[in-house]
């Protein structure tokens, strides 16, 4: 059977035009290899979508379209994405194929003739008669249920065993599967212990959903997964044949920095073999420029000239200290960036660390309080005392002709200067 495998969708207000455009490409290419079945593994919005939002009407256009190519299979995702109650909408969708939600526990056969039948309980106890293929779905785990059931804070261990009985609960209707030449599938949504994420960080927390053991005990021959970005897969050739595990990846770019290839996964699989291969969508180019410190425009322009930004998502990143900020000439950097198709700049700033003087504030006197400062910020407190007696002493007008007669501004400097400064307080 030949199933094509799209997840991570994120059909949103800011990621339009990426999403409609790679699921536009992958659902032609899908056409094109003759796909029997389309899974989607959740996550189909980015966020909960008003029904006159254009991103909503453009996922229910493109959904249709799958639907008059085959059956498909829209499982629910991570529910701040695609809050509770999202896809309901597509079981209305209609076309030439069923759509079927999976939104629960649950097997689900694809009978011969292209009708989806759910399992009346969370799997079959009997597999319906005209059976094609079987799909054993686990939508996203609403982890606030479990801590409501488990306890706050023995939810994270009480997740992961519970899904790893349920997977193994699923081993048995997958066996008689294939023993009467189905193919067996499972679908979820979540995160495998120590995958990669899209940007490269492994993931091996104490709260992530599934082992690739747990997975493979389903003895489903392919298990589809979303929620991750990156396309990733692992295999194990056992008694249940040859096992695939994959994400299938985001369908297109949605951020900057995402490492490797968008896509879809069509899949081959039988009841003793899965075999998938990703097809690449044409998702947009993002290049990251990193400056530490204030942007070097000449840098700057060789590196625009030499990266090829004509039609790639630019991000400008630098870290300026507080007093830097207002020096970076914004408008130069988005100039460069003219060929872009979309510049983000993007600007760290570290704020002033100045040393707590304990005890300051019990000191009476202001020159107290001065020295005091003076000598934890090691900053020679003298001239700023000349300048403190001027400040209470002198009228403003004296002061200022003071200073002009001197011709320099050192005391002035010295007056505004902080504990970062001490060299420059010093000279002073
Ligand atoms: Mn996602």
Redesign the pocket.
Known sequence: MRIAHF??L?FGTKTLGEADRCLAAAIDRATALGAQVAVIS??ATDHALDLHAPAAARLLAQVRRLADLCPVLMLQ??YS?EPAGTLAVFRCLGGRHPIHVADRIEQVALTGSGRWVASPEWRFEALPTDAAALFSCVPAVNKATVAATAGAADAAQALGEQLARLLAGFARANRRARGAGLPTIGVSHGTVFGCLSEHGVPMAGFDHEFTTSTLFAAEAQAFML??I?RHQSWTRQGLAGRQAIAYAG?IGRFHFGEEGEKGFLLWEVSAEAAHFVLEVTPARRTIDIVFEGRPDLEVLRDTVARLDVAGASVRVRWTVAEEDHAGVDRDAIARMLAGAAQTKLESRIVPVVRTRAAGISRLARMEDKLREWARVSQVNAEPLLACLAALTQAAPEDIAARLLEEGGEAEVEGAVLDASDRSEAREA
């Open positions: 997840s991570d994120h959740g996550d995702g991570t994405h979303g929620h970005h985001s």
